[in-house]
């Protein structure tokens, strides 16, 4: 893919971290950094100063650096920084960030010399990954975790590369590759800007497209399991209120259910319960917060959150706001509550499923009389699951410290926001297997032979069910969440079933 700098999209994003797509610098690109670089250089020929040229950073703005002195403290701005602590970011997380990074340097903003750029580019064709730890940025620019990347980027610090880890020399031996000399603005340039953050929600965002697919076949399962009404679907209902996230939640679930029997027959009860008649709309307000943070962070991919930026127009350098992160941070915790709403309605889902109440099945969906618990013991797990959920998605965008000497008076913790985003994403598919295990073990007791089910829902309820069979009181349930939530976790609901 030739990148412009405004032509990157989360499923390109995609496809080069996964190494399926390479990439190249478009001459545009490289024009603009060009003269943005001699922008920077006539700056400081000129001796005006100018922050994070020739000045400190933080509170030592107010320390002068002489000419002699600009690669030292290059090089010490990024030594000074590598202050992240673990855990290490996955590989795709660093590539996904390096790629962000390097997006956001050939705009011709950031003002570095383009050979950083194309060593970037190096690093991402040949799967060259710098080793980063993911801890220590609190959302103002992920300064303290890109560090890691400059320090590759000068041919230090740690590699990994096929599997293996090597210092960063051995792999530029390996390969021939010319380390940085970081000069003017080029430390700056490379750690300043939130390419981790925004790299993390990058992977999580595509990933919660298809967990939120999941979840409809989930319910749709559920809904058949408890024999329930199947007008919350109905077009008229769905013409009657207009949203976009309902809309797409009714058509998935609709297709799923096709040439099922609760298709075919008439509602034997009036309504059901809320988790059940409701989970459309709240399926769908979660598709609304994920594509209101999409957008938000989509926005990003096209802006420069450098400071200071250089002004190709006005050939000026100038101080900006732009490495704030209020709108993202905003926008991932209205999807985090949303997610919230969504294992909880599930929980309530598998409640009603244990219950002879609403479903006129064993109570706890006991397999036999011989059975004395069934699945009594898992409400235990779902519950903790929901609680945990709900811990992870308390507002932590209003938190803040004074930090580098009252300059820097407050954050927005995107990155911590975006970790709980990770922890609720990974609990969601350990609920999503357990809804699944009870509306197929809820079926297994409807129907004990021929299901007429949706083709979609036929054909999940068939998968586990050759897998697991009827559960009973001694398997190990723990087991078998776990296998089907990774299971569920690596897989995508059309090309899995």
Not at 100 to 113: F, W
Request: net charge negative; aromatic share 8%; glycine share 6%.
């Amino acid at each position: 893919m030739k990148l412009t700098g405004y032509n990157l999209s989360l499923e390109s994003l995609a496809a080069i971290v996964s190494g399926q797509e390479k990439v190249s610098l478009a001459s545009k690109a490289r024009q603009r950094m060009e003269e943005s670089r001699a922008i920077v250089i006539d700056a400081l020929d000129r001796e005006e100063a100018i922050y994070g040229l020739n000045t400190g950073v933080g509170k030592n703005k107010d320390l002068r650096i002489s000419r002699e002195e600009i690669e030292a403290f290059n090089k010490q701005l990024i030594y000074a920084h590598c202050v992240g602590i673990e855990p290490e970011l996955s590989i795709e997380e660093v590539r996904a960030s390096m790629l962000l990074r390097l997006n956001g340097l050939i705009k011709g903003y950031a003002g570095c010399q383009p050979a950083i750029a194309d060593l970037l580019v190096q690093f991402l064709n040949l799967q060259i990954t710098p080793v980063v730890n993911g801890r220590g940025s609190v959302g103002e620019g992920d300064i303290g975790i890109l560090s890691y990347i400059g320090l590759a980027l000068m041919g230090e610090g740690w590699i990994d590369y096929q599997g293996q880890r090597y210092a960063a020399a051995e792999i530029f031996e390996r390969f021939s590759l010319i380390p940085i000399r970081f000069q003017v603005k080029d430390g700056l340039s490379v750690i300043s800007s939130n390419a981790v953050s925004h790299a993390r929600l990058s992977l999580l965002i595509l990933k919660l497209h298809q967990l939120l697919k999941w979840f409809d076949l989930a319910y749709a399962l559920s809904l058949e399991a408890l024999n329930g009404n199947v007008t919350p679907l109905d077009d008229g209902v769905l013409a009657s209120k207009h949203l976009t996230g309902q809309s797409i939640s009714v058509q998935h679930v609709k297709h799923f259910l096709q040439g099922s029997y609760l298709t075919k027959k008439r509602s034997q009860t009036v309504q059901d319960p809320l988790s059940f008649r409701n989970a459309p709309f709240i399926h769908g307000a979660v598709y609304d917060a994920l594509a209101y943070a999409e957008k938000n962070l989509l926005a990003e991919f096209d802006s420069s959150d450098d400071n200071p930026i250089v002004d190709r127009k006005s050939k000026r350098i100038l101080s900006t706001p732009n490495f704030e992160t209020l709108n993202v941070s905003l926008a991932v915790e209205m999807l985090n509550v949303s997610l919230n709403h969504l294992s909880h309605a599930s929980v309530q889902r598998m409640l009603k499923l244990s219950n002879p109440d609403f479903t006129n099945l064993p109570r706890f969906l006991r397999a036999n009389d011989q059975q004395y618990f069934g699945l009594q013991a898992l409400q235990k797990t779902a519950a903790t699951l929901d609680v945990e959920i709900h811990h992870a998605c308390q507002t932590l965008s209003n938190v803040s410290y004074p930090l580098a000497g009252d300059m820097e008076d407050r954050q927005t913790n995107l990155p911590v926001i975006i970790h709980h985003t990770q922890e609720i994403v990974n609990r969601l598919y350990q609920l999503l297997a357990i809804e699944i295990l009870y509306a197929s073990q809820a079926l297994s007791l409807r129907f004990s032979d021929k299901r007429p089910l949706g083709h979609m829902t036929s054909n999940l309820s068939q998968m586990v069910y050759e897998q697991y069979g009827v559960l009973q009181d001694n398997h190990q349930l723990y087991a078998i969440i776990n296998s089907l939530s990774e299971q569920l976790s690596q897989g995508k609901v059309d090309d899995f079933l």
